[in-house]
């Protein structure tokens, strides 16, 4: 019962008080508690810090998981090893995330935690999305989803659907997106979650103002703004307004955008929230400079840097103190040294004491005291000391264990990443050589269909059979194989290409992806079904097309594209 209230409590704290007040409130707990009572509170501590400091965030959890671990309990074990890699995600230590995060689950999995399970492949997903691998990224929030409808997690399931929309939006595929945002607004609705409602709202209004559909944007993130309101979340509320003052300043409504920075200011002054207010300044100066008041723009760019730079200084001292904390372990390792000192110094004075203690019966007895009081207290302090240097060696060499298992975890992940591209690039050369083969072996036959002697009789079978060979030639369904292993090797080729040179032809796109896979001339010609000559004049046009000098090699520029 006692565990019940405090876990109510827990959840009041987080939710209603601010950073600091929840810090003091749940150390003052944290005092009176016991075992897995101070296993929660600690965690607890993790998860608060997470946005705030999260290097605290990480010692807090640090100490969760070693006392989980003496209490052998499996629950906090893996709520502490999940809180330690969301504080390193937020420190943006992205591949020590992943490990702390693979350990969680596999503690949930052992405990059969289904929703702890769901919770740790979502925050997989985000890890990888952020290391910029993005099939990982979808293939943990596959995992999460499936496993969220199995048992009926309906916020694990919003959430999840949420990040595959986000995994999409990166891949430029922003229907997808909002069909999955879509599907992920529908639960949140139903479970009336206003702050997940509101994070979907406000994506939502991202990617149509990307899309260029201004008026829908400007009302979903009017939506999602009114939530924040009404749950008095005033953080996520200043962000909202900045994305509505951003919009209307790149719509050129002036007046519109001024009143939701100004009111975006407000709430951060009233938090008293740095971050924010660095934003706040940021914007103020997009906005002036785009109304041409350069004046005004470089005063708040001034205090937006101002600002920023006193941020920056106040988080790298305070995360200088948080790994002073870290590497204590090193410090007590130099303070045991220098007690194995004084020690040494203590036997020398015990030497000097039992010459001087001859000279009378009282000095003797008075030595002989003095010397065993301080011989019994430095014993007890090297006692003392081989335990906490026993105690040190066998963290640094868990921390030894771990720092191995990253490595281990990152040369996999670098010849998984290998052998991938390896197999493409094998497919993807076997696949243009069977084009270049067969559209070879139909121009023969082509050639070979003009030398029949026409008839009667076959005149008409010859002329269909030349059709069909030219047919052949010109299907698309090659080019569209083609495509489809071409961007596995090289992602975004024609987007970047189009980007920067918009007036280039789909047969010229061709012409650029096989020069990337450097393959002849004469191969090229084969693929396009015109002469080798044909190849060189289609080059020297794209070359024009990209501005390239005529000392410049065509070939050369696509290769390094």
């Not at 040369?411 to 052998?419: F, G, M, T």
Request: hydrophobic share 40%; net charge negative.
């Amino acid at each position: 019962m006692t565990h019940f209230l405090t876990s109510i409590l827990l959840v009041f704290l987080y939710v209603t008080l601010p950073y600091q007040q929840k810090v003091d409130s749940l150390t003052e707990l944290l005092s009176k508690a016991n075992n897995e009572q101070k296993v929660d509170l600690l965690n607890s501590l993790s998860q608060v810090s997470s946005n705030e400091s999260p290097d605290k965030g990480v010692i807090y959890g640090m100490e969760a998981l070693r006392l989980s671990e003496q209490l052998n309990y499996p629950l906090g074990k893996a709520n502490a090893l999940n809180y330690i890699a969301e504080n390193q995600f937020s420190l943006g230590e992205f591949e020590k995330s992943v490990e702390y995060q693979l350990q969680a689950l596999g503690v949930f999995e052992e405990s059969d935690n289904k929703h702890g399970i769901v919770r740790s492949l979502n925050n997989l997903g985000l890890c990888f999305r952020e290391i910029g691998n993005i099939d990982k990224a979808i293939e943990f929030h596959n995992k999460a989803l499936q496993l969220s409808e199995e048992i009926g997690d309906r916020v694990g399931k919003a959430k999840a659907l949420v990040s595959l929309g986000i995994c999409n939006f990166a891949a430029s595929s922003i229907d997808v997106t909002l069909s999955f945002f879509n599907k992920a607004l529908d639960i949140s609705l139903e479970l009336e979650n206003d702050e997940l409602t509101s994070t979907i709202y406000n994506n939502m209004g991202i990617c149509y103002a990307t899309m260029g559909e201004h008026k829908k944007a400007l009302n979903i993130f009017s939506l999602s703004l009114e939530l924040n309101t009404k749950a008095e979340n005033k953080g996520a509320s200043a962000a909202i307004l900045n994305n509505i003052a951003r919009l209307y300043i790149y719509l050129g409504d002036f007046d519109k955008a001024f009143t939701a920075i100004s009111k975006s200011y407000e709430l951060g002054k009233e938090l008293k929230a740095k971050a924010q207010l660095v934003n706040n300044y940021l914007i103020f100066y997009e906005y002036y400079k785009a109304k041409g008041d350069y004046k005004r723009a470089l005063e708040y760019y001034i205090k937006y840097s101002d600002l920023k730079d006193e941020i920056i200084k106040v988080q790298s001292s305070e995360r200088m103190a948080n790994l002073q904390m870290l590497n204590e372990l090193e410090k007590s390792d130099q303070d045991l040294r220098l007690l194995q000192k004084d020690y040494e110094v203590v036997q020398g004075r015990t030497k000097l004491y039992t010459v001087l203690f001859g000279a009378s019966f009282l000095l003797l007895v008075f030595g002989v005291y003095i010397f065993v009081i301080r011989s019994r207290t430095a014993n007890q302090s090297i006692e003392l000391l081989e335990k906490e240097q026993q105690l040190a060696e066998m963290k640094l060499e868990n921390q030894q264990k771990d720092y191995e298992r990253l490595e281990l975890l990152k040369i996999k992940q670098q010849h998984d990443y290998e052998d991938e591209i390896a197999s493409k690039n094998r497919d993807l050369a076997s696949l243009t050589m069977q084009m270049v083969q067969k559209n070879e072996l139909l121009a023969k036959l082509n050639e070979q269909t003009q030398t029949l002697t026409y008839s009667a009789n076959n005149k008409e079978t010859v002329k269909e059979v030349g059709r069909l060979i030219e047919q052949s030639l010109n299907l698309d369904k090659d080019w569209e194989d083609f495509t489809l292993h071409f961007d596995s090797v090289h992602p975004r080729f024609f987007e970047r290409l189009l980007k920067q040179f918009p007036t280039l032809t789909q047969k010229e796109l061709k012409q650029c992806a096989y020069i990337r896979i450097n393959i002849s001339v004469k191969e090229i010609a084969n693929l396009l079904n015109i002469t080798p000559k044909g190849v060189e004049k289609a080059r020297s046009r794209i070359k024009a097309k990209l501005s390239l000098e005529k000392d410049e090699d065509l070939v050369s520029f696509i290769l390094s594209y």
